[in-house]
């Protein structure tokens, strides 16, 4: 039996408020921490807080904000990752949510080589522009330069 639009969007609604319960604490803990980074640290990438250095991720949520804007250029400046992440949330999203199919294997696949060529790209990042151009910067009030010096 074929399911008719309005029935297929109900039920994606219905399996993503499904999805949001079964993973409601994780929700609530990443929440509460960028509420508390955001007062009280000087980040929000825990890699920064703790080592000062940045994560092959930094700068994606301000890549992902300039692409809310619509601002497609000043995105792929910050983070061109962004684009192939969004593509993969993109796919996964209509496989999970109107397809009704788990994350096949070549998602999966995609996916890894991603965060391969993302770490990558992080390596030829600090090579080149650390620690002069953000997000690419050196943070000195990080935790273990904190606790060296309480140490030392």
């Not at 949001?20 to 509420?35: E, G, L, N, S």
């Not at 965060?115 to 151009?133: A, D, G, N, S, T």
Request: net charge positive.
């Amino acid at each position: 039996m074929k399911r008719t639009f309005i029935q297929t969007v109900q039920n994606a609604f219905r399996l993503l408020w499904k999805d949001i319960k079964d993973i409601k604490w994780a929700i609530i803990v990443v929440i509460a921490y960028f509420v508390l980074a955001k007062n009280y640290l000087y980040s929000l990438c825990p890699m920064v807080v703790i080592t000062g250095f940045p994560c092959p991720g930094c700068g994606l949520t301000r890549a992902g904000v300039r692409l809310l804007r619509l601002d497609f250029a000043g995105a792929f400046q910050i983070h061109p990752f962004i684009y192939p992440i969004v593509v993969c949330l993109g796919i996964l999203g209509w496989n999970r949510y109107i397809r009704n199919r788990r994350m096949g294997t070549g998602l999966k696949l995609l996916s890894a080589i991603i965060c391969i060529l993302m770490i990558l790209f992080y390596i030829w990042r600090m090579v080149c522009y650390f620690p002069q151009e953000p997000p690419m910067s050196y943070y000195g009030r990080n935790l273990l330069r904190f606790f060296h010096k309480a140490v030392y």
